[in-house]
T-cell receptor
Framework: GENVEQHPSTLSVQEGDSAVIKCTYS??????FPWYKQELGKRPQLIID?????GEKKDQRIAVTLNKTAKHFSLHITETQPEDSAVYFC?????????????FGPGTSLSVIP | DAGITQSPRHKVTETGTPVTLRCHQT?????MYWYRQDPGHGLRLIHY???????DKGEVSDGYSVSRSKTEDFLLTLESATSSQTSVYFC???????????FGPGTRLTVL
């Protein structure tokens, strides 16, 4: 089955700097890659996603890149702000199945220092 | 929030007791999921359902059972709780065709 690895497990950046989180997946059939943000004590919430027919996607300060050949994808946050501090999870899914089973990485705890 | 609620939100129980967690959704979604979240492991799928009375196992299903007798309710049961089942449990739904999952608020379960 699918296995998703995520690095680093913790990341600390100065406010205004960029943050990059990297993930790898094992199942070449995976074709959907969402990223979730989870603030302390809250539920995970989708912040951006990318499908396998796209190499890059941007939404304001957040961007995700996908390299299908290498089976890795990354989250880039520019001009970080204290409210970006949270745990970020990458995930992979094979949208060909009828139940959209999603496998999550172990998470990255991002701290933005004012 | 996709109309998802979970109950109870917090529960403390003792080893060996049965526990049932409830996930309720108001938008008639077909697909529902139960995850557990533990430090260093992310979110791990316990069981999922693709319709009334249609359920299947996820990657960490041992010690858990589920039932879905109505579209809106997906129940997770720990038949005999163990300390290793202390965790935060999240229910989720997905919208077919979008692959996106939406999570409930979570239930923090402590097994003493």
């Amino acid at each position: 089955g699918e296995n998703v690895e995520q690095h680093p497990s913790t990341l600390s950046v100065q406010e205004g700097d960029s943050a990059v989180i990297k993930c790898t997946y094992s199942d070449s059939a995976s074709n959907y890659f969402p990223w979730y943000k989870q603030e302390l004590g809250k539920r995970p919430q989708l912040i951006i996603d990318i499908r396998s027919n796209v190499g890059e996607k941007k939404d304001q300060r957040i961007a995700v890149t996908l390299n299908k050949t290498a089976k890795h994808f990354s989250l880039h946050i520019t001009e970080t702000q204290p409210e970006d501090s949270a745990v970020y999870f990458c995930a992979a899914s094979n949208g060909q199945t009828s139940y959209d089973k999603v496998i999550f990485g172990p998470g990255t705890s991002l701290s933005v220092i004012p | 929030d996709a109309g998802i609620t979970q109950s109870p939100r917090h529960k403390v129980t003792e080893t060996g007791t049965p526990v049932t967690l409830r996930c309720h959704q108001t938008e008639n979604h077909r697909y529902m999921y139960w995850y557990r979240q533990d430090p260093g492991h992310g979110l791990r799928l316990i069981h999922y359902s693709y319709g009334v009375k249609d359920t299947d196992k996820g990657e960490v299903s041992d010690g858990y059972s589920v039932s879905r007798s109505k579209t809106e309710d997906f129940l997770l049961t720990l038949e005999s709780a163990t300390s290793s089942q202390t965790s935060v449990y999240f229910c989720a739904i997905s919208v077919p065709g979008t692959d996106t999952q939406y999570f409930g608020p979570g239930t923090r379960l402590t097994v003493l």
